[in-house]
């Protein structure tokens, strides 16, 4: 057990911290974490997950570790993505109570003296925090919000808007998000398919502290789908209905073409119709493919049962840094 002599035997609160390429960010972090967490209790921990980063930052954590014991890193051994590597720092969060944010200050730790005391009152498992005004372009908040309703339709755990990773939890629910394996992690999803009390704390968005989003539209388009995907097979039973419908119509097209030919005496139908008709089997043919091959892959990922990150280096040494987890 070396390594470990120097850690407290219980930890009050856990702040897992996500990190990618954030040298910009961690210094002011380091200093606000400091001041906002440890005006709630002397007894935190937290811990600093470089998710592969390319620029500086597991060199600063390195550092930031020696100066303050109390920052713990991980370091994956390379960018397993968001979602990993939170699952990376909840599998090692020691604290009865863990609290997940950004580095770029987007969720402000300030938040932490409203969200904490109702996980304390015993009545809820996790408290999530809610953006209420964001600075989004209008088109962007406009697409969100659409989302959000088809996704509440579509699939069967309720997600909300503007309600991101930025959450406490306590250990039952720590708990039971370890225990769920799966390779294609949707955390919004995850976060309540789980369940338990849940309450919800209201904040004004902020902007990036520094450096820039590593989000393009391509991500939050593949997220869109990510998030449909993961929580039910609605998708295939719609394609068989999509399937229904174009037969329906086919057939009744085909019956008009026969009837006009024996009334009207007009044997060749349109050239274009044919076309489209041809192209947009094609089309529909091609989606219903592309769904079923998406649930395949998942499928495939999931029988691998790959890891869903490895560790490089830990604040733990060389002796106590464990391959993977949870
Ligand atoms: N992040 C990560 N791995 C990634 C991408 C992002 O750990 O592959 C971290 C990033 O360092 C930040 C948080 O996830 O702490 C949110 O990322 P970002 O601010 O880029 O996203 P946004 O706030 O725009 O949704
Ligand atoms: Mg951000």
Redo the contacts with the bound molecule.
Sequence with gaps: MTGMSSAPSHVDLSVV????N?EESLPRLVEVVREQVGAITDNYEVILVD?GSRDRTLPILRQVNAEHPQFRYLSLSR?F??ES?MLAGLSQARGDKVAII???L?HPPSLLPQMLPLLDSGEYSQVVARRTRTNDPPVRTALSRLYYRMMNRLIDVELQDGVGDFRVLDRQAVRALLTLGETNRFSKGLFAWIGFPTAVVDYENVS?EAGA???RLRDLFNYGIDGVVSFNYRPLRLSIWLGVLVTAVAVAYALWVLVDAIVHGNPVAGYVTTIAAVTWFGGVQLIVLGVIGEYLGRIYAETKRRPLFLLKESSNGPDDTPVTGP
């Design positions: 911290i996500p990190c990618y954030e998710d960018n993505g968001k590597a950004d580095a770029d987007q990036r989003t590593k989000w």
